[in-house]
């Protein structure tokens, strides 16, 4: 291989697993790594990687052994977002060379005017919305296709309904055929998307293939896998090509399927969004495809604005605000969206709250908050799963709360638990444990049992991260 391709590849990998280390691994013991280089062998099938350590002769040890441990999931994911042919095997080198004659000072001195030593926080807030590039192969793939189906999440949301709304009309934009699909019912938020009624319906799509008018491509949208389909799975299943754009990490789920999987961006639409900028940018060096229309920065915008909790969540970082900025500028109608989603109340809902108010109980000084919903409440006030949408953000708003743990009775009287929390929290493991998936700050699983024995679980599990 030609040397420059070859360092290219190096540079490439290592900034990808300072990307990984920084976010995705969970270990607190390679906290303290910085990566010095990368070597890739001429076959490419091993992979030094120099790393050093601050920290004295114990962190080193420690690093060592979690960057072992994570090994596994590290090349995995770098051939995965790489796109590598074979997965290199990754030994990981201890680098002396900075031991030598520095003081652990100097060494945060130079890291940090190179901008390499910066924890997590900066590193995300350092992110621009241009640094996020949407895979080639994903481009290409829409490229390629002539028919297009856009699929959200079961019970759509704003980011799942806006953003599959919004990819299906940039497509048909770009003269694709394209439709973007929905459920039997969404949440009100998201019914009231421009677009919305136009979306296919499951019987829709069953009629339209049965007529042999499937996709050759079927996209989802804020979600990566087709079990998340709800009515639709069974229908899609083994038709067309299946790729996914999400923001989701998944504890135990099936695979993701190919595509752009980015946790850093606070809404499955901001993803959109740079896709939908790739495609409006037409061929390099050509004339713009089609322009970014209105009623797309409202969809976009309705994802971005309600998976941010209105900008309130930890997921708001400077990328959100550029994001926002640029659908603004774009015609985004902020305030419809903002009163349609997020701030929108029935007489119904607020019934609904009032009973579920009655069921807030604090834990460890009011810094844990449990409350529930059940199917006898719903009943009582006429309402649905959907209208408890907001609940766990008004939850997590209370003073001193730090964690939420929201208990929602199922029809098949199992619970699904909605767990929140702030930035310096983590919910995904509470999650993930259970066969769940989420982010961070906010997670959910479904479990059975007694709520106050659920209630009880997730407390002990949550409160050692008190302090
Ligand atoms: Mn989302």
Known sequence: MDPYKLQRQNAAIRKVLGELLAVEV????????????????????VAEVFVSVL???????????????ARGFLQGRLSDLLRLRATPDL???????????????????????????????????????????????????????????????????????????????????????????????????????????????PDAVAAALADGEGPDLVVTVDCHHLERAGDLEPLLAGVGAAWSIDHHLDGNGPAPLPGWLEPLASSASL???????????????????????????????????????????????????????????????????????????????LALLARVLDTFAYHHEGRILSLRVTRAMLAATGTTMADTEQFTGLASAVSGVRFVVFLKEREDGAWRVSLRTDAAGDVHGAASSRDGGGHRQAAGCTVTGDPETL?????AELAPQLG
């Open 55 to 69: 920290g004295g002769e114990k962190e080193r040890a420690d690093s060592l052994a979690g960057l072992k441990k």
């Open 271 to 349: 993803l959109v969004l740079r896709v939908i900028e790739s495609l409006a940018a037409g061929e390099e060096g050509g004339a713009p495809a089609f322009a970014v229309s209105a009623t797309m920065a409202t969809n976009l915008y309705a994802g971005l604005y309600t998976d941010t909790g209105g900008f309130r969540f930890p997921n708001t970082l400077p990328l959100s605000f550029e994001a926002a900025g640029r659908l603004v500028a774009g015609g985004a109608d902020a305030a419809d969206v903002a009163e349609r989603t997020l701030h929108q109340r029935t007489p119904a809902s």
């Open 91 to 201: 030994r990981f080198v201890y680098d002396e060379s900075l031991d030598q004659g520095l003081g652990v000072e100097t060494i945060l001195d130079e890291l940090s005017a190179r901008g390499e030593f910066v924890d997590e926080a900066e590193r995300r807030r350092r992110r621009t919305l241009d640094s996020l590039e949407p895979p080639r192969d994903l481009l290409a793939a829409l490229a390629a296709a002539t028919r297009v189906w856009v699929v959200p999440h079961v019970n759509p949301d704003p980011d799942a309904m806006g953003s599959a709304l919004a990819l299906a009309e940039a497509l048909r934009a770009a003269g694709k055929d394209a439709e973007a699909l929905r459920y039997a019912e969404a949440p009100a938020g998201s019914g009231a998307l421009p677009g919305y009624d136009e979306a296919l319906a």
């Open 26 to 45: 969970k270990d607190p013991r390679v906290g303290f790594v910085t990566i010095n280089g990368v070597e890739l062998n001429r076959d490419q099938t």
């Open 455 to 459: 209630v009880a679980q997730f407390v």
